[in-house]
């Protein structure tokens, strides 16, 4: 990415003589855009939120489709029933969507940020609320510039107030993804347990915080992505980018042919595109760190360069070596196959693949075979050679099942506890097991043998675990 193409000036000394390092915040008043970009970020917003706030309330079999119980350790995802165990799982879900962000990161460059990321998701609805109450960022200004009075009370209320009411339904959203959201309902306020209401108030705070107050500098200076992004853009990612060339120099006037005849480029130099800038950066400097990706400069200027009577597209999405070699918009799109693009798009397709296989073969049954400590071998009454076990089976499924235990591995060895046992639905049950074997088959030491363990009512539940069966010295 380049260097941005600004000087940030230092602040003046103060009485002291000390100078500070830090740049003081500026108060960005982000004027609306409406336009074809817009409307994809606000149908990213609406999807993404109707999922957030929809899903903790849908139903699977009697309880929440999803949920994440960490009191039992148990996560519930649909039909699926996760346990500690399965924490490869999520391991590989990380690397997925790690993948995705280093894929589309690398081909479109921050399109996370510019449509999706929660920061960026959040600001937006926050805006808008300021918007329906304060006005536009013309009104804005003036009434942030206005002395205290009651109308600009009365505003300034109305919007705190709506903010946080949606803040708190926000951090309400989150823990009904971790305790069942329909009991939390009648909870509130003073039935709510502790850990519960502290949730509430500290993700509904960050949520006010972040998108009422911080807005860009969560971008600037708090996202660890805004740093690392560039190690993952080339000349060929997809930035949002100003045409110097033919915007360059700017000036103002409307018609074309004046434009020409006076030496000018196709700015008109109106400033809408900075007026837009959630980041308050001007992108005819050249493309900057604090640029979030949003286009909302591409669909002010469009919206410009439409009133002047000149062609869309004096900032668009480009990439570095398009804009300085003049290519085609084919020649763009045959650019994306790149060895980078290749890689990355070739692990993802195979970690996703190997995780939708193994979630698809994943058998509903884990079972652990724990040897016996106290007795290792023993002869019973019949002569026979007997070892004990215990079994901790684990049935991760949602119905009661019943099954059944046999074991191999040496001749006549026979389970001489109970054959079949019923474990209850997402639990785990702790089974004694004794296996016994003639003493003409089993010689002295340590054999390897094997315990099957099958649902009765379906045979595909099966787990075959290995132990081992001890013969006595004589
Ligand atoms: S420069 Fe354009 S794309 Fe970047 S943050 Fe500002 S408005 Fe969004
Ligand atoms: S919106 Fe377009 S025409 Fe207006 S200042 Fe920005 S780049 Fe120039």
Redesign the pocket.
């Known amino acids: 990415m380049n260097a941005p193409d600004k000087v940030i000036p230092i602040q003046p000394a103060g009485d002291d003589g000390t100078v500070s390092l830090y740049e003081v915040r500026r108060r960005i008043h982000p004027r609306a855009v409406t336009g074809w970009f817009a409307a994809w970020r606000w149908g990213l917003v609406a999807l993404t939120q109707v999922v957030f706030y929809g899903l903790p309330w849908l139903e699977w079999s009697g309880r929440q489709a999803v949920l994440f119980d960490l009191g039992a350790r148990k996560f519930y995802i649909g039909g699926l029933v996760f346990w500690p165990q399965d924490v490869i799982y999520l391991t590989v879900l990380l690397l997925v969507a790690a993948y995705s962000l280093f894929l589309f990161t690398a081909v479109a460059g921050r399109l996370w940020c510019g449509y999706a990321c929660p920061q960026t998701v959040y600001t937006e609805m926050f805006m808008w609320v300021e918007r329906r109450i304060e006005g536009d960022r013309v009104a804005r200004i003036r009434l942030d510039a206005a002395p205290m009075g009651a109308a600009k009370v009365a505003k300034k209320a109305a919007k705190h107030g709506i903010w946080i009411a949606l803040a708190l339904w926000t951090g309400f959203t989150f823990v009904g993804y971790f305790t069942p959201i329909r009991e939390l309902v009648p909870a509130i306020p003073f039935g709510l347990g502790g850990w519960s209401a502290f949730w509430i108030l500290f993700y509904g705070f960050a949520t006010y915080g972040n998108a009422g107050w911080m807005r860009e500098q969560v971008c600037k200076y708090m996202c660890p992505y805004a740093r690392f992004q560039s190690a993952m853009f080339d000349p060929d990612t997809l930035i949002i980018a ?1 045409d110097r060339e033919r ?1 360059e120099p ?1 000036g103002a006037g409307s018609r074309s042919q004046d434009r020409k005849a006076k030496g000018l480029g ?9 007026q837009v800038c959630p980041t308050g950066i001007d ?2 400097n050249g493309l900057q760190y604090e640029c979030i990706g949003c286009a909302a ?1 591409i669909d ?2 469009n919206y ?2 439409d009133k002047v009577g000149l062609p869309r597209g ?2 668009r999405y480009s990439t570095e070596q398009a804009l300085e070699k003049h290519y085609a918009a084919a020649t763009i799109w045959k650019r994306v196959f790149r060895p980078r693009v290749l890689v990355y798009g070739s692990i993802l397709a195979a970690v996703t693949a190997g995780l939708v296989v193994a979630l698809v073969l994943r058998v509903p049954l884990k079972v652990d075979v724990i040897r016996d400590r106290g007795s290792l071998a023993r002869e019973v009454e019949t002569g026979w050679i007997e070892n004990a076990y215990r079994l901790q089976v684990m049935n991760t499924s949602e119905r009661v099942r019943v099954y059944a235990v046999r074991a191999e591995g040496l001749p006549g060895l026979t389970v001489a506890s109970q054959t079949s046992f019923e474990v209850p639905a997402a639990t785990t049950t702790s089974v004694p097991l004794r296996l016994q074997a003639p003493p003409a088959e089993v010689a002295p030491g340590s054999h390897r043998v094997y315990i099957e363990i099958t649902a009765q009512d379906d045979a595909s539940i099966h787990v075959r675990e290995k132990t081992t069966f001890l013969g006595l010295r004589r």
Not at 266 to 274: N, R, S
Request: charged residues 20%.
């Open positions: 100003y915007g700017r196709d700015c008109v130099d109106c400033g809408l595109c900075v992108i005819r400069c002010a200027c410009v360069m004096l900032i």
